[in-house]
């Protein structure tokens, strides 16, 4: 299906050449010569446009005024202003209004086409997030967090209580695994904003040059590369919430911005002079003690003590090991649809190694076990051969921490030991490719070409 794009121009001669133009770049072109009709068209049509490309001044009235009025009823269509030679005030209040740009009349087809092509790639980019948004909701309310102990129920019973009340940040600290993305999205998607989008960022996935651009925004031209304008994560993010992942890895520099930008919640894109205002929920994550990054000099005083207004600690695994009993047999019962296994029985000694171990990957590591064991088991018991857990294998000389053991005894063919052994040094290492290759002495691309060969799971590097 054709996107809409809806002209709204009052001369014909232009109007009609624009519309020819356009239909022949593959939209579905609506032309309206007034407001009154562009109205009716939105109305009565019931047309969706991903792009509104529109004349300041119009007979009935001025554009911008229109803008205002659809905002809430069009939160997802990009809008771009053709204007009068030096009508600056009119383009600063269309920005202001979050029109995606404006160009002055006369101007060329091509640079208006690459115009409307950006807006068309933003408008398509909220559609995506808002389509997501919905199909999160009903999977992440509080009950998403399994787990009987005492410590998840606490947990549990603050975030119960967080739904219902808005905040403005929030921190989650926790080791590796414990579940703070988990948290993250259910206090989202149970909270007051969860038909807003929930934007994140990932501060240790990202060069450090680039975070900012990254969270900020900006302009074409702001620098050697900036082709076109770009919206940062937090105007993304705008009426909804971001979450900065691993925020003990920002730096000072960028922690000073933030902090300035979250306390006015406003901002400008890099390389623009004009501000742009949010309004963001800001949830952020760390598996290190920012504290002690305080007291270090490596985290400023200040942001911490903005961000930290509600702090919830989520302990280890190994803290709360009867949550076991709940979390194993969920992660099975995935596992098994997943994999079209059937597996009903879990043995003793399985409980019996499970409860001992300390679970140094927690969670993750937990469910990324019970992945491998189920995708290896046969009949319908778990397999307490293949749970390997590390100070748990069988003893063979120099196998105990850093090797493996592989039986061969014909259970497995060179094609399952093959998958065995990567999935074995995924998991060690975290999921990451290049840590996993090290360890096999292999090349990333080799490790990469074979990990997709067993359709194994891997985080991009
Ligand atoms: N209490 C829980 N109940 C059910 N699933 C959980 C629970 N805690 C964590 N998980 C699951 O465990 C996995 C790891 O959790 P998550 O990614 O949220 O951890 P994390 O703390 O963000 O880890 P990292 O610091 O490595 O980013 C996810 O699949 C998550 O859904
Ligand atoms: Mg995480």
């Not at 949010?278 to 942001?303: H, M, P, S, W, Y």
Request: contains cysteine; aromatic residues 6%; hydrophobic residues 40%.
């Amino acid at each position: 299906m054709k996107d809409t794009l809806l002209i709204i121009e009052d001369e014909a001669l232009l109007g009609n050449e624009l519309a020819r133009f356009f239909s022949k770049q593959q939209w579905e072109v609506r032309l309206a010569t007034h407001l009154t009709n562009a109205r009716q068209l939105l109305n009565e049509s019931q047309i969706d446009p991903l792009v509104i490309l529109s004349d300041m001044n119009l007979p009935d009235g001025n554009a911008l005024d229109f803008l205002e009025q659809s905002k809430t009823s069009l939160p997802n269509s990009e809008w771009i202003f053709l204007t009068g030679y030096g009508s600056v005030t009119d383009s600063v209040r269309a920005l202001r209004l979050g029109a995606y740009d404006f160009i002055e009349k006369p101007c060329g087809l091509d640079r208006l086409n690459m115009l409307v092509e950006g807006a068309a790639r933003s408008a398509r980019a909220q559609r995506r997030l808002l389509q997501e948004t919905s199909q999160h909701f009903n999977r992440y309310t509080t009950d998403a967090l399994v787990g009987r102990s005492q410590k998840t129920k606490a947990v549990r019973d603050m975030l119960k209580q967080l739904s219902n009340v808005p905040f403005s940040s929030l921190v989650i600290t926790g080791e590796t695994g414990t579940g703070k993305g988990l948290i993250t999205r259910i206090l989202h998607y149970s909270g007051s904003r969860a038909s807003k989008p929930l934007v994140e960022l990932n501060c240790a996935a990202i060069p450090k040059d680039l975070l900012e651009s990254e969270l900020f925004g900006y302009e074409a031209g702001a620098f050697t590369g900036a082709k076109k304008r770009h919206r940062g994560l937090l105007e993304q993010a705008d009426t909804g919430t971001i979450f900065l992942d691993e925020i003990g890895e920002m730096d000072l520099n960028l922690q000073g911005k933030l902090l300035k930008a979250v306390e006015e919640l406003r901002f400008r894109r890099l390389g623009s002079e004009t501000m742009v205002e949010v309004d963001v929920q800001i949830i952020t994550a760390t598996n290190r003690d920012l504290l002690q990054q305080v007291k270090n000099g490596q985290f400023r005083e200040d942001l911490y003590h903005r961000l930290s207004v509600l702090n919830i600690h989520i302990p280890p695994l190994r803290e709360r090991l009867e949550d076991l009993r709940d979390l194993v047999p969920q992660f099975v019962a995935d596992c098994n649809i997943k994999s079209g296994k059937q597996i009903k029985i879990i043995p003793e000694t399985v409980w019996e190694q499970l409860e001992t171990y300390d679970w140094p990957g927690n969670i993750r590591e937990l469910r990324n076990i019970i992945e491998r064991c189920i995708l290896l088991a046969e009949g319908d018991a778990f397999p307490v051969q293949w749970l390997q857990l590390p100070n748990k294998r069988p003893a063979i000389s120099g196998a105990e921490n850093t090797g493996m053991y592989i039986p061969l005894d014909g259970t497995l063919s060179l094609h399952d030991i093959e998958k065995l052994v990567l999935q074995e040094a995924l998991l060690r290492a975290n999921n990451n490719v290049t840590g996993a290759a090290r360890m096999l002495r292999a090349t990333r691309e080799t490790m990469r070409y074979r990990v997709q060969k067993h359709h194994l799971k891997y985080d991009q590097d």
